[in-house]
């Protein structure tokens, strides 16, 4: 577009630079449809193989602390103790 404005050599040159640029642009993103393909594929193998995984993790993780968080045991302590509240 700078040809049509200014009408010189220099001008001329640009936008065929500019130009060029655009459609070696075009040519990389275009090879690269097939990279781009094949990352998408390999990351929904990731996800598939890995999700069972984590959901693995996500129970050992659960019964850990639910391991760690035991209930308090209703068992009278060993030994003699006196019992101060009076039965009926």
Request: hydrophobic share 40%; no cysteine.
């Amino acid at each position: 577009m700078v040809a049509t404005v200014l009408n010189s050599p220099r001008a001329v040159e640009t936008s065929i630079y500019v130009v060029r640029a655009f459609i070696k642009l075009r040519e990389l993103l275009a090879s690269n449809k097939e990279l781009a393909k094949r990352l998408d594929e390999l990351e929904e193998r990731i996800v598939r193989q890995f999700g069972t995984y984590d959901r693995a993790i996500a129970g050992i993780l659960n019964t850990l602390r639910q391991l760690m968080n035991a209930p308090e045991s209703g068992n009278r302590p060993i030994g003699f103790t006196a019992d101060l509240e009076e039965t009926s």
